[in-house]
């Protein structure tokens, strides 16, 4: 009853109410209303500020307004805020399955921010049918980083991380031997662990036909390459590979802290918002994160930095200016902006021509990856397949489910989505 209450409190005080014609500069009256779950965070604060001010300048009669969110409640309270079709202004997503299965209620961006195209990076992860309805904020990815401390604690040369599945394990042997450390930091408590696994790993498993038709949604879940995602997941907490409890630990942040106290070496972590570069170097210190790319697990495949467009700002059909609130989408995306949220957050943003030189090795090693990058496996997932593959994983280390039911389980859910 409470979050039913919730829900309608607060679709009822963030209803959009943009008034005025907002494709004019000097409007001088007008509200805007944003959802999103980061304007709260302090890190963010200052991108929120450049953002606004960007906007007043063309607009310093209209206020705008954003209202934060709990993030494991968002997309419960953004879908009734949908089914009463109205809400915010602006809203923030997640790119791939989030964004695309609730397209029915945004507009298409495309008239409003092609003159960004060239200066942003990961459209296509908000795009879907030929359209593209939200705007990048960030680059979302999944390296495996590393503890460099720990590889020469072991006796190990931190600069040389073993690039196979058995050379990893060795190495990961002779670190618990030194110090007690495991070789991975898993959080599966949420069913996200998975994810990171298989968009972490994936380029090193799948062929590139097989990986590029993965993306494409031409996806051959009997494949064995496609099973070995999920055999070898299930196989690294049978042996010890993972720390203890990985059902039962949260990604979001415990795993985090697993890696970020030298209790594990290695972590399929994210490049942006958190569990990322810049948290990594505040606790272990920028010269012992290392980025090592994908292991190469089956002959022929290319190991490649999975990454897509993170977060980005939509417009809600219901708005009642479309033009003024993909004006402020445009500033929410203005390099100045942009700039400040790499700075203050560590976010790898999508403006291509903000300098991230000065981030430490973890930082340089990531951006120099982007280039030979691919889609995540798993964001091409709708958000329903997702969340299936999320119980899976669950049972799966568990034991109560074999790895070809789980695959079966997935292609038809994939099929239905």
Not at 96 to 104: A, E, L, P
Request: charged share 20%; net charge neutral; hydrophobic share 40%.
């Amino acid at each position: 009853m409470w979050l039913a209450v919730l829900v309608a409190a607060l679709v009822m005080a963030g209803c959009g109410s943009a008034t005025g014609t907002g494709s004019n500069s000097g409007d001088t009256s007008g509200k805007l209303v944003v959802w999103d779950w980061k304007s709260g965070d302090k890190t963010a604060a200052s991108y929120v500020e450049k953002a606004k001010a960007d906007f007043a300048k063309a607009h310093p009669g209209v206020t705008v307004e954003f209202v934060a969110q709990p993030f494991d409640q968002y997309y419960t309270l953004l879908g009734a805020a949908i089914q009463a079709g109205k809400g915010p202004d602006v809203i923030l997503f997640n790119g791939g399955g989030q964004i695309r299965d609730r397209v029915s209620s945004l507009l298409p961006l495309d008239e409003y921010v092609a003159k960004d195209k060239q200066r942003l990076a990961g459209w296509e992860a908000f795009a879907t049918g030929g359209k593209t309805y939200a705007a990048p904020v960030t680059l979302q990815g999944h390296p495996i980083y590393y503890n460099k401390a720990l590889y020469k604690k072991a006796g190990l040369d931190p600069e040389k991380p073993a690039t196979t599945w058995s050379g990893l394990a060795g190495d990961c042997a002779a670190i618990t031997k030194a110090s007690g450390a495991s070789c991975f930091a898993v959080g599966n408590k949420e069913g996200a662990g998975i994810q990171f696994f298989m968009s972490g790993l994936g380029s090193g498993i799948l062929t590139p036909p097989e990986y590029d038709n993965w993306i494409a949604g031409k996806r051959d879940w009997q494949s064995p390459n496609v099973k070995r995602i999920f055999q070898l997941w299930k196989e690294a907490n049978d042996t010890g590979l993972n720390n203890q409890g990985a059902n039962s630990t949260a990604l979001f942040t415990d795993a985090f802290t697993v890696f970020q106290s030298s209790k594990a070496a290695h972590m399929i972590g994210l490049m942006s918002d958190i569990g990322h570069w810049k948290d990594f170097n505040e606790f272990l210190g920028a010269d012992n994160v290392g980025v090592m790319p994908a292991l190469v697990i089956t002959s022929g495949a290319t190991p490649s930095l999975p990454y897509d467009g993170g977060i980005g700002y939509g417009v809600a059909k219901w708005t009642k200016d479309p033009a003024l609130a993909a004006d402020l989408v445009r500033s929410l995306t203005s390099t100045e902006a942009l700039r400040a949220f790499y700075t203050g957050a560590g976010a790898i943003v999508s403006d291509t021509t903000v300098d991230t030189s000065g981030s430490g090795p973890a930082a340089a090693k990531i951006v120099s990856q982007l280039k030979t990058g691919k889609p995540a496996l798993h964001v091409a997932l709708s958000a329903k397949t997702q969340e299936l593959m999320g119980r899976l994983s669950q049972q799966l280390l568990s034991g109560s489910v074999s790895v070809d039911d789980t695959v079966t389980q997935l292609a038809a859910a994939d099929k239905t989505s």
